[in-house]
Each structure stands twice: as structure tokens, then as C-alpha cells.
């Protein structure tokens, strides 16, 4: 077979052949990038499999990612709840019942604002530091200090952040639920003609203990999203303090879209349940 030249075709054929050339590169990077990240989960898995070197290190990494991540949740779960309670109360038609502010506030942001803000918020704070820590380790050859010292070093830094943002993600997501829906109570009753009784009776209304279920189902699923991508960038970060940049933005990304893709999935399969 006689190898032809692409500049040799004519101008139209040159461009369907530069563009089926960029797809296959894309198809062929896309496919890699997901068999890398299958094969990173099976030496997790295989990882877990040594709880004495990863469980001395789930405490201190449940405080990084969770104790002081608190601050910042209540902030973003505050303002959000206010926000929300104050524009459903102004687009109410009149003769409508004002409970329904309590109402709108609790299902908006138990099922949907409470987590999934806390995990895109978390992404960036938590994801950020897990890539970047660990992709300067990668970097100044720390980790293969770790494996010349016969330490597991998938056991050492990336099971315990992932095990503490399964499970601190879901408590920080109680906590901005909470915070939410007080947040928008106060702003109802103090900025509004909204009375606390109106209010508590709306957040009564209807409620089920699987609405709360199903915001912690959401933040377990981001929790271990987060930590699983993040750790795995900054795993395989190369080239320098330019590559932990590059490998930390690019974890944000990932992480962040990943927590929309799941959001999505979740309330494809579980929502029905909420009726």
C-alpha cells in the first residue's frame, strides 16, 4: 500500500481527513484515559486490602476535608437559602399561601442546592488540595521514597482521603441543609411579611425521612467522585511544578462535571421515589 500524502488531496477531502484525525486522536486519548482510571481502581481496591497502613491516616484527613471545610459550607449554604427563600416569595402570586415559601425552601434545598453545592464547592477547595499534594509528591519523588521504604503508597495517600470524603461529605451536607433551609427562614420572616408559623408549617408539609436519604445518597456519591478523581490526577501528574498545575485544574474540572453527570443519574433513578 502506497502511503499518500494528506496535502495532496483536494482542499475538501484535506479537511474531512484532518477532521476524522483529530476525532481518532480524541476517541483514542478518551478510551485510554478511562482504562488508566479502571485500572487505578483496581489497585484501590487491592489497596484496601491493608488497613494498617491507611487507617492511622483517615482521622487527620476527615479534619481536612470536613472540619474545615465547615466554615465554608455554612457560608455557601446560608446565602444560598436566603437567596432562594427571598425570590420565591416575591414571584408568588397573590391569594397564594405563604407556607409555600418553607415548602419550596426545604425541597430545594435538602434535594438538590444543600448537596450538590457542597460537593462543586468542596471540589474546588478539597479537590484542588488532594491533586496538588499529592502531585508534588509525585514530582519531588516522594512517593517513590515511599515505595523504596515498602509503603503502599496507593494504601498510604489515597485511601484514607477517600474513605474521609465518603464519609465527611454526607456531614457537611447535613449541615448545609440545615443551615439552608434556617438561613431561608430568616430571611422569610425578617425581610419579608412572611411569619415563622407560615414558614414552619410549609417545611412540615409533605415531608419524608427519604428526602434527607436521598440528599446523603447525592453527597456519598460526590464525596467518593471527588476524592477518587482528584487523588488519581494528582497520582499521575508529571513534568514538573507545571504538570501539579495543570493536573490540579484538570481534576477540578473533571471532578466538577462528574458531580453534575451523577446528580443528574441520581435523580433519573431516585426521584420517582420522592413523590
Request: charged share 15%; net charge neutral; aromatic share 10%.
Amino acid at each position: 500500500m502506497t502511503y499518500r500524502e494528506t496535502e495532496t488531496f483536494p482542499v475538501f477531502q484535506r479537511g474531512g481527513i484532518h477532521f476524522l484525525r483529530r476525532m481518532s486522536k480524541f476517541s483514542l486519548g478518551f478510551l485510554s484515559g478511562v482504562g488508566q482510571r479502571v485500572l487505578f481502581l483496581r489497585e484501590l481496591w487491592r489497596a484496601l486490602a491493608e488497613p494498617k497502613t491507611y487507617l492511622p491516616h483517615v482521622i487527620p484527613q476527615m479534619r481536612a476535608i470536613g472540619v474545615d471545610s465547615v466554615p465554608l459550607t455554612i457560608m455557601v449554604a446560608a446565602f444560598i437559602g436566603g437567596v432562594i427563600s427571598l425570590q420565591i416569595r416575591y414571584q408568588l402570586f397573590p391569594g397564594i399561601q405563604l407556607s409555600i415559601v418553607g415548602l419550596s425552601v426545604r425541597q430545594i434545598v435538602i434535594l438538590e442546592t444543600g448537596p450538590l453545592l457542597t460537593g462543586l464547592v468542596l471540589a474546588g477547595r478539597v479537590g484542588a488540595k488532594m491533586t496538588a499534594e499529592i502531585g508534588t509528591m509525585r514530582v519531588t519523588e516522594q512517593i517513590d521514597a515511599l515505595e523504596t521504604l515498602a509503603y503502599d503508597p496507593v494504601a498510604f495517600l489515597i485511601v484514607p482521603r477517600i474513605i474521609a470524603a465518603v464519609l465527611m461529605l454526607p456531614i457537611l451536607a447535613i449541615i448545609a441543609d440545615l443551615f439552608g433551609v434556617f438561613a431561608g427562614m430568616g430571611a422569610a420572616v425578617f425581610l419579608t411579611d412572611v411569619q415563622m408559623s407560615q414558614f414552619l408549617d410549609g417545611v412540615r408539609l409533605g415531608f419524608d425521612q427519604f428526602q434527607v436519604t436521598y440528599s446523603l445518597i447525592k453527597a456519598t456519591l460526590f464525596g467518593a467522585a471527588i476524592a477518587y478523581l482528584c487523588t488519581y490526577e494528582g497520582y499521575v501528574t508529571e513534568a514538573g511544578a507545571e504538570g501539579v498545575g495543570k493536573s490540579t485544574a484538570k481534576a477540578v474540572v473533571i471532578s466538577s462535571v462528574w458531580i453534575l453527570v451523577l446528580d443528574a443519574f441520581t435523580a433519573v433513578l431516585l426521584a420517582p421515589y420522592l413523590q
